[in-house]
């Protein structure tokens, strides 16, 4: 008899889990990934990543909030699934295809945390993810490169700050190094190769 109430005790601790789980995965579902709960978005100041899938946006954590108030502002990244998978199917991509893309945006996600490099943007809070989107939290930043360069796609309104922006020869010399500095730190250090080296996915 005592050996079937532990049994019978273990069975209903095991589906008390189950059932945890599967309310908490409904939940940010229906409300969304972790960062969209901690911070109020100002405004989009930019996209960036592969194809500019990401949207940058300026934010604050909430009030009551306990996130770590490291950063008066801080950049909430915002990557909408839903799109990503209907701009798949209209340029005719399969379904592996998009899984793989989003494989790939996970692991480098996990890649940035443990990453220590001023020319490296810094994470503040991790990936996590919904059904419809995925969300991560850095260190403020101003755009991409890309769009410094006037390359303005997936940026529902184009900040006055980037119209027409020009760099200056010292600014492209000095980007160029942090570039090269920050990937002789990825090869040599971390033993990591990046071999996606491109404005868009190069922050400021």
Not at 152 to 173: A, H
Request: with cysteine; aromatic share 4%; hydrophobic share 40%.
């Amino acid at each position: 008899m005592a050996m079937n109430m532990k049994t019978l005790t273990q069975a209903l601790a095991k589906t008390a889990a189950v059932i945890e789980k599967t309310v908490q995965t409904t939940v940010q579902d229906v409300t969304g990934p972790k960062p969209l709960h901690d911070y109020d978005l100002l405004h989009q100041i930019g996209s960036a990543g592969p194809g500019l899938a990401w949207k940058l946006y300026s934010a604050k954590s909430r009030s009551g909030s306990s996130i770590s108030h490291q950063y008066p502002t801080v950049c909430v990244w915002l990557l909408d699934k839903r799109s990503l998978s209907e701009a798949r199917t209209r340029l005719g991509l399969s379904k592996a295809a998009e899984d793989s893309f989003f494989g790939v945006v996970r692991a480098d996600a996990a890649r940035l945390v443990r990453i220590r490099h001023p020319g490296v943007v810094h994470v503040v809070q991790a990936l996590d993810e919904s059904k419809n989107a995925m969300a991560m939290v850095t260190e403020p930043l101003y755009a991409s490169i890309a769009n410094a360069l006037g390359d303005f796609g997936n940026i529902d309104q184009v900040p006055k700050e980037l119209n027409g922006m020009e760099m200056s020869l010292l600014e492209v010399k000095h980007g160029l190094l942090q570039v090269a500095e920050s990937l002789d730190f990825l090869h040599n250090n971390a033993h990591l190769v990046h071999r996606a080296i491109s404005p868009e996915v190069s922050c400021s």
